[in-house]
């Protein structure tokens, strides 16, 4: 809260005794009725400078006095009040910035989203399951207060993404890939271009609607282009004439995310599997899982082998494309580091 329940409620109740003894006071000194002294008792405290309801005695006069110093005292810690809690308010925020940015600075191979709309929102509860680190910039403050819902410890810096002191800020010299899902897709496009310049080795993956975007996003420098509406249609498809596969990946199914099941582990420089087939490996026999695709390093654009084959073998820098849960991809990840 902004205020203090037990400042607020003694301030209130100064002002409550001071207008009940006020009344009282007149009242009982001048003699005048209910009414006429509340009124008085008011525009005294308050300072409004009215004229007096009626000629007041020496007695009365005194008394105003007296009112009139309660209610500036009253004013005064009420405007303290109000400077204090404004105070701590920006001294809040303040500090949540600063926090904010000392853990981004000790960011490394993080995830940077632009934009939590309904495509960013997801994209964010993926990394969450998947628990990679990442960084949100949304200049929205209420979309970015309403992320704490999905995360409480979510990372937000509030400013405009197609800034390159923005992008900066998120860490773009240590990240290893970056989301731009704004809404506007001359925005993504401007995203792509800064996130390109300032960090050539960055994954960039960009939202667009329509083709002639979509070809705009490759040459602007993204590495994958999604649209929803295209994606959504080729799901919905598949429902309709394979939906099997639709089940066995669970898409469809609520609450079960992708990342979950298909995941990917890259064979470090010095890991006993590399030079040695995918049979002599044994994968499935000491993590569980199932190879379903390799990502042979230097490769034209790093094609992807599909199925692979038991004599392949396997070299530094390939990624190994598995099925499984988190556990088992953990395991794979210590096999193959």
């Known amino acids: 809260m902004i205020f203090r329940g037990s400042q607020v409620a003694m301030v209130v109740a100064f002002f409550v005794l001071l207008v009940v003894v006020g009344t009282v006071g007149y009242a009982w000194i001048e003699g005048w009725n209910w009414a006429d002294s509340f009124y008085m ?5 308050t300072a409004v400078g009215y004229h007096e309801v009626h000629p007041l005695t020496q007695a009365g006069r005194y008394w105003t006095i007296l009112m009139l110093i309660g209610g500036l005292t009253g004013l005064a810690a009420w405007f303290a009040l109000i400077t204090t809690s404004m105070v701590r308010m920006d001294l809040r925020n303040t500090y949540r910035k600063r926090a904010t940015m000392k853990r981004i600075r000790r960011m490394k ?5 632009c934009g939590s709309g309904r495509m960013g929102t997801q994209v964010i509860v ?10 949100v910039i949304e200049s929205d403050p209420e979309a970015a207060e309403a992320l704490r819902n999905v995360d409480p410890d979510v990372l937000v810096i509030d400013d405009d993404a197609a800034e390159d002191r923005v992008l900066r800020r998120a860490g773009i010299d240590s990240a290893m890939g970056l989301v731009t899902c704004l809404s506007a897709d001359a925005d993504n496009l401007f995203v792509c271009l800064s996130a390109r310049h300032l960090n050539s080795k960055l994954v960039v993956i960009a939202r667009a609607e329509g083709k002639s975007t979509t070809a705009k996003m490759y040459q602007a420098g993204a590495d994958h282009v999604v649209s929803p509406n295209v994606t959504g249609a080729v799901w919905v498809a598949s429902l309709l004439t394979r939906p099997s596969v639709a089940s066995f990946l669970d898409v469809a199914s609520t ?3 992708l990342s979950r099941h298909i995941d990917q582990a890259t064979v470090g420089g010095r ?6 087939t995918l049979k002599e490996a044994r994968i ?3 993590t569980g899982l199932v190879v379903i695709a390799v990502s042979k390093r230097g490769s034209p654009g790093k094609d992807i ?3 692979p084959k038991a004599d392949m073998r396997l070299g530094a820098g390939d990624d190994l494309i598995v099925l499984g849960d988190h556990d088992q991809v953990a395991k794979l990840r210590a096999y193959v580091s």
């Open 41 to 45: 008792t008011i525009i005294t405290i």
């Open 255 to 257: 609450g079960v995310h």
């Open 284 to 286: 499935p026999e000491r």
């Open 271 to 276: 890991a006993k599997i590399r030079g040695l």
């Open 109 to 113: 191979d993080h995830v940077i989203v």
């Open 305 to 307: 082998l599909f199925n």
């Open 126 to 135: 993926e990394l969450l399951g998947a628990k990679k680190d990442y960084v």
